[in-house]
């Protein structure tokens, strides 16, 4: 009898080894693209110290199956993003697309309604390829005036609610104010800032995402 009994048992465990293998042989990892200008690019930085290949060797350190996919552009526009975008999502077919642009259209003072439409046609588009978006806030300084900062980084905030998605807080929120992180250019953050922008990208997106 006990031998019967530890013939089933032996049974039993290769079959639940054979369905954990299984598992995790057909377990998806999800992809979030980054459509990016060149603080997510990583102006002036070595790939390997940018934010997002750190952001990326915390997720694998931790088993959080995402791969981040960075398609961000130096000097990019969000007329740049969305010309680039299809062919984006046809390639990588993302789960998430984390947009990150608008930034140097405002330096360049271009129109608050044609960046808020670009980013609305990009967030349709995401939505279409059944991805979900996510906007980054952008922030701007104050010498571009007033009433233009404020329309501009009004634009996020709106379109958020207005397309009922995630909107994540700006990344340099408490770099930018910090000359220590900052490039000579006072524009890019340096080497030392990208472990703590990864790190803050991280918790919201652990909000978002439900990561642990």
């Keep these: 009898m006990s031998k019967i009994f530890g013939f089933f048992k032996k049974i039993i465990l290769y079959f639940l080894i054979i369905f954990s293998f299984t598992n995790i042989i057909t377990a998806k990892e999800e992809t979030l693209l980054i459509l990016g200008d060149s603080i997510s690019a990583g102006y002036g930085i070595n790939q390997k110290d940018n934010w997002v290949s750190l952001l990326q ?10 791969k981040l996919i960075n398609s961000s552009v130096s000097g990019d526009t969000t007329s740049g ?26 330096l360049r003072g271009y129109p608050v309604k044609k960046i808020k439409d670009n ?7 995401v939505k279409a390829n059944n991805s979900k978006p996510l906007l980054m806030q952008i922030r701007i300084p104050p010498n571009y ?6 329309a501009f980084e009004k634009i996020y905030v709106d379109l958020a609610l207005a397309e009922n998605i995630n909107l994540l807080p700006f990344m340099l929120e408490n770099i930018g104010v910090n000359s220590d992180l900052m490039q000579s250019d006072g524009i890019h953050p340096n080497k030392k800032a990208q472990a703590i922008i990864a790190q803050d990208v991280k918790k919201n997106l652990n909000k978002i995402l439900f990561f642990k």
């Design 57 to 66: 060797e915390e997720f694998y350190k931790e088993g959080t199956s995402l």
């Design 81 to 106: 993003g969305l010309e680039r975008l299809k062919k984006d999502l046809k390639i990588s077919n993302p789960d998430y697309v984390l947009i990150e642009l608008g930034g140097n259209d405002a």
């Design 119 to 125: 980013l609305k046609q990009m967030i349709s588009l």
């Design 145 to 150: 005036g007033q009433k233009y900062t404020y």
